[in-house]
């Protein structure tokens, strides 16, 4: 479909959405000809972040993933991340774990900052910084408090350290065989933690084999949702999955 004019962009944006039509346009880089028009069409372009799966709808409960901590000069803790579902508000109050003793404390939400601007809230698909202040008396939020894996969710969720998890795994590469009581680290997400291999479908598993696996964490229990995807690593052994169950 060319595009050449305001009423060509529906019928483009529509069968561009239904995989039917491929919109092209003409411009020139030199008298910037047809660049309004590709501007208008981008910008009306639906958004697909929630077919992707990765992120629940902005009315469901909160979820954030913290990927960095910064401790700002009057300020305090900072925290960056995604919102992976719901909506966060300035002063609502979180539940923030698990930490290193596997537990989820309560922090207030202070202030929000999206794309370099103070906001009032931030939805599920937009990655921000939260000032954070702890809720648990005589106790003040550190970066040494921080570890890989963290995440913010609302008390609704009423969430728990996962343990023990069952995934469906397909190994890429292996150079001998993969038993039980192996150990690899696992990268799920924000998680990186080593996990042992307590029991498997097959009694061995090769290159190229797929098999019901489960896996325990050796160190901290982490906050993990079934559909996740991981990425299991162990020297030159790599290996994908998908979470199936959690306990």
Not at 20 to 37: A, D, H, K, N, Y
Not at 143 to 152: E, H, L, P, T
Not at 199 to 206: E, G, I, K, T, Y
Request: with cysteine; hydrophobic share 40%.
């Amino acid at each position: 479909l060319l595009v050449e004019k305001p009423d060509d962009l529906t019928p483009g944006l529509e069968g561009l959405v239904s995989d039917q039509v491929v919109p092209i346009f003409c411009v020139s880089s030199v008298t910037g000809e047809g660049l309004p028009m590709l501007r208008s069409f981008i910008q009306r372009i639906p958004s697909r972040l929630h077919l992707s799966g990765l992120f629940r709808p902005a009315d469901e409960a909160a979820e954030f993933h913290i990927d960095s901590v910064y401790n700002v000069t009057g300020v305090g803790i900072v925290v960056g991340g995604i919102v992976r579902g719901g909506t966060i508000r300035t002063n609502q109050t979180l539940l923030m774990g698990p930490d290193k003793a596997s537990a989820f404390k309560p922090v207030l939400v202070k202030t929000i900052h999206y794309k370099r601007a103070p906001v009032d809230v931030v939805e599920s698909g937009q990655h921000c910084a939260i000032a954070l202040r702890s809720l648990v008396k005589k106790e003040t939020l550190k970066k040494s408090s921080f570890r890989k894996g963290m995440v913010m969710v609302d008390g609704a969720l009423d969430p728990k350290p996962t343990w023990d998890f069952k995934a469906e795994v397909i190994i890429l590469h292996h150079a001998t065989t993969i038993r039980e009581r192996y150990q690899a680290m696992i990268h799920c997400g924000i998680i990186r933690q080593c996990a042992q291999v307590i029991h498997m479908s097959s009694d061995l598993l090769r290159t190229g084999d797929k098999a019901m696996v489960s896996f325990r964490f050796m160190f901290h229990g982490e906050y993990l949702s079934p559909g996740a995807t991981l990425l299991f690593r162990e020297g030159r052994t790599k290996g994908l999955g998908r979470v199936v169950e959690v306990s």
